[in-house]
């Protein structure tokens, strides 16, 4: 009997001035029901209503904890509430940009033969056509994608081993040194550049060497390497920067040379910052529209040759739908393509995330035994 009123006294100890623990769901509750209540006077409104819930329970849970675990409680529980907000803050927007393109990109995604058609010899009669008698709409985007891929190809490979060199001389070779100094302010300054100037520069060099308005796919390649080769040295330097030096100096006190302990030991163990790396700058240009303007210009018809013709691109493709539709009376047909290659575009850039985690899950050195 002692025992069992010792053990209930102790419990009462350890939990008086304390919240249940079903708290935060009445409160969460309550603040639903007054927002719904709120939002009814003055009109009502989901996103309104979603809003005003947060900001009811966050009030309510402080001041929950104010009235019976004071102070330093009812603190805590506020900076708590002001991170999870920020949070939800940032996220809603990516969440609006993802639903929208969702809702109206898969319809045109789903439309047939849009991954697997071009544009070549669809008419506004056709886009007529097919708004009038509910007929699918003709058209797709699979030149475009195409042009995408070889664009982004090429650019990778114009800019990875560009990047991954310089970074590995900065900080391997460079040491602090005056030139090392001198890179690093340059690509610190390319990282800036607009994406605009990219595309001058590439079309006025390629202009200078083959003659004036020269746009081919492997013209936009070098404006998009532009663009990636600062974001490719940044990361790659600061992957190799947190190798241990104790990986060097085992490999040096082997007798193995400088390059081939770059090569085998250092490269190895950073490789999965720096597919990072190098998926961050591919999706930082695999969008880019102002460049590929100006370098390779627009079409309807697939090219495979990324060194003749004029190319399409995703981008390009969305903003030629969208600034001229294929019927300008009826527009619908053309924003459904756009919304599509939008969705098409996100999805290629998820793929190219799941691709890096799997090449750095790879080559990741392995530390089981």
């Not at 919304?339 to 530390?367: C, E, H, Q, S």
Request: avoid cysteine.
């Amino acid at each position: 009997m002692m025992s069992t009123l010792m053990s209930e006294r102790k419990s009462s100890a350890l939990t008086r001035g304390r919240l249940p623990k079903y708290t935060p769901y009445v409160v969460a509750g309550s603040a639903i029901v007054v927002a719904a209540a709120l939002m009814s006077l003055i009109g009502f409104n989901a996103f309104g209503w979603g809003v005003l819930s947060a900001i009811l329970f966050a009030l309510g849970t402080v001041v929950s904890a104010a009235v019976v675990e004071g102070r330093r409680r009812a603190v805590d529980k506020l900076a708590s509430a002001l991170v999870v907000g920020a949070f939800l803050v940032a996220l809603l927007p990516l969440v609006s940009v993802i639903w929208t393109v969702l809702v109206n990109g898969i319809p045109g995604l789903l439309s047939p033969g849009f991954l697997s058609t071009s544009m070549n010899g669809v008419t506004g009669i056709q886009d007529n056509a097919a708004t009038t008698n509910h007929t699918p709409v003709l058209g797709g985007a699979y030149h475009a994608l195409i042009g995408s891929v070889l664009i982004t190809l090429w650019a990778t490979i114009i800019s990875v081993p560009v990047g991954l060199l310089t970074s590995i001389y900065l900080v391997e070779y460079g040491a602090g040194n005056r030139l090392s100094k001198l890179i690093t302010f340059f690509v610190d300054v390319m990282t800036g550049i607009p994406s605009i100037v990219a595309g001058l520069f590439a079309a006025a060099f390629f202009a200078m060497i083959m003659g004036p308005g020269t746009k081919t796919g492997f013209v936009a390649a070098v404006a998009l390497s532009v663009l990636m080769i600062p974001v490719v040295v940044r990361s790659s330097e600061e992957m190799l920067k947190i190798v241990p030096n104790e990986l060097r100096e085992a490999s040096y006190a082997l007798g193995v040379r400088k390059w081939r302990t770059i090569l085998k030991v250092v490269i190895p163990t950073a490789i999965s910052g720096i597919a990072s790396g190098v998926t961050l700058a591919i999706a930082r240009v695999i969008g880019e529209t102002a460049p590929l303007l100006v370098t390779a210009g627009f079409a309807t018809t697939i090219n495979y040759n990324v060194f003749s013709g004029w190319m399409a691109s995703l981008p390009t493709f969305i903003y030629t739908q969208i600034m001229s539709p294929t019927s300008p009376s009826n527009p619908d047909p053309s924003n459904q393509r756009a919304w599509a290659a939008a969705l098409l575009l996100i999805l290629l850039v998820m793929l190219l995330n799941l691709g890096a985690r799997l090449v750095a899950r790879m080559f990741a050195p392995k530390t089981g035994r």
